[in-house]
């Protein structure tokens, strides 16, 4: 249905807001020594914990300081992923690692280069299992890019599955970095559910269920600030094919709307399902 699709200039930029919150602890723990443990509120839901790491990591000095601050100061794409390896290489124990790797995932899946994307997202969440917007791209990626013959198909979805559903459950716990804005922040949460959303929408798609795919689809284009034409494609193909054929012709003409290369493909597509409700009994929802 489609391949690796780079992340949208506006979804860099909301999940690159969140990306400010790990860079804050990890600073942070540059300056106390032990950080007292994060407490477990009594209804056990998610919450975001410190970045800390099971052995303590040795104090920053002056040269790896500097090595990280050109890193996350670096706009280049190349030269911020060049960077970012060499720091990881350089310091394996260091408590930047979080962000670094963070913001790596970002960079290698501007590049188009899905494979390390998964390696340094994978890197990150074992490092920090709640790391929202990681999970989320991870979550809306890895089912765009999938193959449905390579020998490890359907774990690739089950892990997509597993990533977007966690980031669902721990992007509405975040805490509000003091650097941004409460109407950015609010952006940026809503652009990396949107994502999760999207994510786990598309793994049904893939296993060939439309209608559980419709709900999570919905939401990816309600909550997302600059929505995106491939989830209202999908939202419109998931439609036709659980036989909501009204649904489907809305969603695929508000993808023609859309600016980008998927307009003729989805002013087909809402044609099709136009043809198909006047032959076919609509399903109930």
Known sequence: MMGSKKISLAAWLGVALLTLSGAALAQQSGQQQNPPPAQQPADKKPVVQDLTLDTPAPPVNAEEDAAYKAFTDELDTKKKIQLGE?????????RYRPPVYSN???AYLQDNNVVKMEEAGEKEIALNPNDGQTLAILGQT???SWNPSAPDAAQKLEKAEQYSKRALEVVPTMAKPEAITDEQFARAKNQTLAMAHSGLGLVYVRRGKFAEAISDLEQA??????PDPVNYYLLGISNQRASHFEDAV???????????????????????????????LSAPK
């Open 142 to 144: 890895i089912p765009r």
């Open 250 to 280: 809305a969603a695929f003409n508000k993808c023609a709307q859309l600016p980008g290369s998927m307009a003729a493909t989805c002013k087909s597509g809402a044609e099709e399902a136009k043809k198909l409700g006047a032959t076919q």
């Open 86 to 94: 060499a720091f990881v290489v350089k310091y394996p124990q260091s």
């Open 221 to 226: 284009v309600k909550i997302d600030p600059a």
């Open 104 to 106: 790596l995932t970002i």
